[in-house]
Nanobody, 116 residues
Framework: QVQLVESGGGLVQPGGSLRLSCAAS????????MTWYRQAPGKERELVAR????????NYADSVKGRFTISRDNAKNTVYLQMASLKPEDTAVYSC?????????WGQGTQVTVSS
């Protein structure tokens, strides 16, 4: 059974930091590119950060460059999103995605709320 389970979300003050984790199982994690997406109420889902299967390349949304870092530990079947200098506009449900060719899996998401 394929599973992607996000964790680490919560309430944080503006300027604070948070680390999200996505634990994968049921597929060969090390061969899949991993992506973090986010969606706020009433808005379209947007790509936040992506990392290739080997971890050799990353890309980020312009809005998070310099503040967020995506990483992966293939030995632990886990991808992370380290978020710093958080802003209220970062508030959203963050979901992780695994993709290899046309095969794609999604987690259920974790809520991040940035508020004072």
């Amino acid at each position: 059974q394929v599973q992607l389970v996000e964790s680490g979300g919560g309430l944080v003050q503006p300027g604070g930091s948070l680390r999200l984790s996505c634990a994968a199982s049921g597929f060969t994690f090390s061969t899949y590119a991993m992506t973090w997406y986010r969606q706020a109420p009433g808005k379209e889902r947007e790509l936040v950060a992506r990392i290739t299967a080997t971890g050799g390349s990353t890309n980020y949304a312009d809005s998070v460059k310099g503040r967020f870092t995506i990483s992966r530990d293939n030995a632990k079947n886990t991808v992370y999103l380290q978020m710093a200098s958080l802003k209220p506009e970062d508030t959203a449900v963050y979901s992780c995605n695994a993709r290899r060719w046309d095969q794609e899996y999604w987690g259920q998401g974790t809520q991040v709320t940035v508020s004072s």
